[in-house]
């Protein structure tokens, strides 16, 4: 198929939901990837946060092809050794006990919220509801799009299921209000990914943790596009002084292979009984080893330290922009490799420049740019990625 079969064969049998850009993707290798036709392109968006070693990197593509020569699925009625190095290496990096492993982002989030209605229940207590805040993403199933506290992923799908509260994000006070006897778990990104690179003030994060502890309610920390070494520790929790109750993780996990986890305390976990959760694909050994094979190379490969050091690199790097053109660009913020630069006009425009200079970015929240690239990049790619910026930026200033 040529370029233009493959888009409309595409626009005509899928499902209209996605807003894509006339770009068809062939292949990639480190931070780049390359079009039907050829043409190179720097990537900064990763696949949304997932590619953790960019593209077609030669230990994740070498795990995946040894594993699925011996055994791609074998179903959780059964042991595997992949399985067991990998709950053993994500209870270690998380300081938490016990693992379940699922397929995507939202059923992280989903089982997540199944275990603390089960735990409250096993306290015999009324506690049900799910506190979240406003211009949070925690996906796309009922329950999750539930606590996803946005009208657009809400709107004709009522009813929505009950048991659900929202609370403006940063707001202690609020929060506090918001708990009750009722109250079973706060939902919270560390940092609000789709929202906008929303930043936690201060001790925000070990106030609700406090109250958490106070309340006796659970802390539920969505670490899915934040967790796995973006923001330049394994989770964001880490920089914040907190432990969470429970902990999910999904989109960096595999390094682009469908996986999900909720990581959580013995005494929480065992709440959970033979029967109370389960999952066909979940944890199948393709997904482990590849899992696996990320969680080594982020280690070997000295990812966390790089992604520190390149992304101090690359938010300096921002901010002069900020400073270049003051009139468009009215905030950076983030950490790691998770940044955003907040603008005074839609992003959308610039985005597209960006492409068509060869550069994937991605827009959030309507108007904030989102950087969210491969943790192997190198100053010299911020400095590629920042030159065309730079140019796409310059003309919106000359015809302002
Ligand atoms: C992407 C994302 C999700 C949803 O993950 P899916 O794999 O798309 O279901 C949930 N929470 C956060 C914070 C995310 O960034």
């Given at each position: 198929?040529?370029k233009?079969?493959?888009?409309?064969?595409?626009?005509q049998?899928?499902m209209?939901?996605?807003?894509?850009?006339?770009?068809?993707?062939?292949?990639?290798?480190?931070?780049?990837?390359y079009?039907h036709?050829?043409?190179?392109?720097?990537?900064?968006?990763?696949g949304?946060a997932?590619?953790?070693?960019?593209?077609?990197?030669p230990?994740?593509?070498?795990?995946?092809?040894?594993q699925?020569?011996?055994?791609?699925?074998?179903?959780?009625?059964?042991?595997?050794?992949?399985?067991?190095?990998?709950?053993?290496?994500?209870?270690?990096?998380?300081?938490l006990d016990?693992?379940?492993?699922?397929?995507?982002?939202?059923?992280?989030?989903?089982?997540?919220?199944?275990?603390?209605?089960?735990?409250?229940?096993t306290?015999?207590?009324?506690r049900v509801?799910?506190?979240?805040?406003?211009?949070?993403?925690h996906?796309?199933?009922?329950?999750?799009?539930?606590?996803?506290?946005q009208?657009?992923?809400?709107?004709?799908?009522?009813?929505?299921?009950?048991?659900?509260?929202?609370?403006?994000y940063?707001?202690?006070?609020?929060?506090?209000?918001?708990?009750?006897?009722k109250?079973?778990?706060i939902?919270?990104?560390?940092?609000q990914?789709?929202?906008?690179?929303?930043?936690?003030?201060?001790?925000y994060?070990?106030?609700?943790?406090?109250?958490?502890?106070?309340?006796?309610?659970?802390l539920?920390?969505?670490?899915?596009?934040?967790?796995m070494?973006?923001?330049?520790?394994?989770?964001?929790?880490?920089?914040?002084?907190?432990?969470p109750?429970i902990?999910?993780?999904?989109k960096?996990?595999?390094?682009?292979?469908?996986?999900?986890?909720?990581?959580a305390?013995e005494?929480?976990?065992?709440?959970?009984?033979?029967?109370d959760?389960?999952?066909?694909f979940?944890?199948?050994?393709?997904?482990?080893?590849?899992?696996?094979?990320?969680?080594?190379?982020i280690?070997?490969?000295?990812?966390?330290?790089?992604?520190?050091?390149?992304?101090a690199?690359?938010?300096?790097?921002?901010?002069?922009l900020?400073?270049?053109?003051?009139?468009?660009?009215?905030?950076?913020?983030?950490?790691?490799?998770?940044?955003g630069?907040?603008?005074?006009?839609?992003?959308?425009?610039?985005?597209n420049?960006?492409?068509?200079?060869?550069?994937?970015?991605?827009?959030?929240?309507?108007?904030?740019?989102r950087?969210?690239?491969?943790?192997?990049?190198q100053?010299?790619h911020?400095?590629?990625?920042?030159?065309?910026l730079?140019k796409?930026?310059a003309k919106i200033?000359?015809?302002?």
């Amino acid at each position: 198929m040529n370029k233009q079969q493959v888009i409309e064969t595409v626009d005509q049998y899928y499902m209209p939901v996605f807003a894509r850009y006339n770009i068809v993707l062939s292949h990639g290798e480190g931070p780049y990837v390359y079009d039907h036709e050829g043409k190179k392109y720097l990537d900064f968006l990763a696949g949304i946060a997932v590619n953790l070693l960019g593209h077609a990197h030669p230990k994740l593509v070498s795990a995946i092809a040894q594993q699925a020569g011996k055994m791609i699925h074998s179903s959780n009625l059964y042991y595997t050794e992949v399985q067991a190095t990998l709950v053993k290496q994500l209870a270690a990096v998380s300081g938490l006990d016990k693992v379940f492993i699922a397929n995507s982002g939202a059923e992280a989030n989903e089982g997540a919220i199944k275990l603390a209605r089960k735990y409250a229940k096993t306290l015999n207590s009324d506690r049900v509801e799910i506190i979240s805040a406003q211009h949070c993403f925690h996906g796309r199933t009922l329950a999750t799009l539930t606590a996803t506290a946005q009208p657009k992923y809400q709107e004709g799908l009522e009813p929505l299921p009950g048991g659900f509260k929202y609370v403006d994000y940063n707001d202690i006070g609020a929060l506090k209000a918001a708990v009750s006897e009722k109250t079973c778990a706060i939902l919270l990104e560390p940092i609000q990914g789709e929202g906008g690179i929303n930043m936690p003030d201060g001790d925000y994060l070990k106030q609700v943790r406090q109250l958490c502890d106070e309340a006796g309610v659970l802390l539920i920390l969505d670490e899915i596009q934040t967790g796995m070494g973006r923001t330049g520790t394994m989770f964001a929790y880490q920089q914040y002084g907190i432990v969470p109750d429970i902990v999910t993780i999904a989109k960096g996990l595999g390094g682009g292979v469908p996986i999900g986890a909720f990581i959580a305390s013995e005494k929480i976990a065992s709440a959970f009984h033979s029967g109370d959760h389960g999952s066909t694909f979940g944890g199948n050994p393709l997904v482990c080893a590849a899992a696996n094979a990320v969680l080594t190379e982020i280690e070997q490969a000295g990812l966390l330290a790089n992604t520190q050091q390149t992304g101090a690199y690359f938010l300096d790097a921002l901010l002069q922009l900020k400073k270049k053109y003051p009139d468009i660009i009215t905030d950076v913020r983030g950490k790691g490799l998770m940044l955003g630069a907040e603008l005074t006009i839609p992003g959308r425009d610039i985005v597209n420049s960006c492409q068509e200079a060869g550069v994937i970015i991605n827009c959030t929240a309507g108007n904030v740019l989102r950087f969210v690239p491969p943790l192997i990049i190198q100053p010299v790619h911020v400095d590629e990625m920042v030159a065309v910026l730079d140019k796409v930026l310059a003309k919106i200033k000359e015809s302002a």
